[in-house]
């Protein structure tokens, strides 16, 4: 039978942003913000707060993050970009990226539909990543005057650096197909073979110690994780310190808003 995750003490901090399950050592998360599955400061707050129950759970080895409806996520909410918002934003996303980073569990993530900017950022992070080939991957913030923190930490050493610069640089799409081509994805299946595919893996996974894969995860992720740390940071605080002061970060930010094309300035 399944157990639901417990939500918070507070009324106040129900969850409604994301559905939990926790299943026969499979903790299954999926984001349902709809239609876009946009991933808010409230769903944020959720996601950090199941993911610190679930790393105490001894009878959990499996964490899997899908997207309900048609969509995986379209990123993190434009409007959470904002100068009054954004150091907030920063801190509570990247703290759910940590979370997934330094997680004992091996996460899975299950794509189809738009896998964009945030969103693709907690799908690459994950151990495993099953896409769909039709699923639309990308890195878009540069669009909006600005960039993506974590895939400019990460991206380079899972792609290669030229694909990862050329990602980031010109917000160019890519589908399931090519993300598992240049190893964003584990594998691209048809989109009536994601569940099985998923499922398969969470069957193998399920057949062996909890306790070795904990460690064979720490093991063969320690020297990323050592230097995802020391480029997030740094990251983080180009973005904090230079890009939010200047004038088209906040043109970009404005002109989504706004539905039109932002007039750059180059400062």
């Given at each position: 039978m399944a157990e639901t995750i417990a939500e918070p003490k507070s009324t106040e901090s129900k969850l409604c942003r994301i559905a939990v399950e926790a299943s026969l050592g499979v903790a299954r998360i999926v984001l349902r913000n709809p239609p876009l599955n946009v991933i808010d400061i409230a769903m944020m707050e959720e996601l950090a707060h199941v993911l610190a129950e679930i790393q105490t759970r001894t009878d959990v080895s499996v964490v899997m993050l899908s997207g309900a409806g048609k969509e995986f996520s379209a990123g993190v909410d434009v409007a959470a970009h904002a100068p009054d918002k954004v150091r907030e934003m920063l801190a509570k996303f990247h703290g759910v990226v940590r979370a997934l980073v330094g997680s004992r569990k091996v996460t899975i993530a299950a794509v189809h539909g738009h896998c964009l900017g945030g969103g693709a950022e907690l799908a690459m992070i994950c151990d495993l990543v099953y896409t769909t080939d039709s699923a639309r991957w990308g890195f878009p913030?540069?669009?909006?005057?600005?960039?993506?923190?974590?895939?400019?930490?990460?991206?380079?050493s899972i792609v290669g650096q030229r694909r990862g610069a050329e990602m980031i640089l010109t917000g160019r799409t890519i589908d399931g197909s090519e993300a598992a081509k240049i190893g964003l994805a584990t594998a691209a299946v048809a989109e009536s073979e994601l569940g099985p595919a998923v499922e398969e893996c969470v069957k193998r996974l399920r057949k062996l110690s909890p306790s070795a894969l904990a460690l064979a995860k720490k093991a063969s992720s320690s020297w990323d994780?050592?230097?995802?740390?020391?480029?997030?940071?740094?990251?983080?605080?180009?973005?904090?310190?230079?890009?939010?002061?200047?004038a088209d970060a906040h043109e970009g930010i404005r002109a989504f808003v706004e539905k039109r094309e932002p007039k750059w300035i180059g400062k």
């Open positions: 913030e540069i669009n909006l005057g600005c960039y993506p923190p974590v895939a400019c930490a990460l991206l380079g994780s050592m230097n995802f740390d020391r480029n997030l940071a740094r990251a983080e605080q180009i973005y904090l310190e230079e890009l939010i002061h200047t």
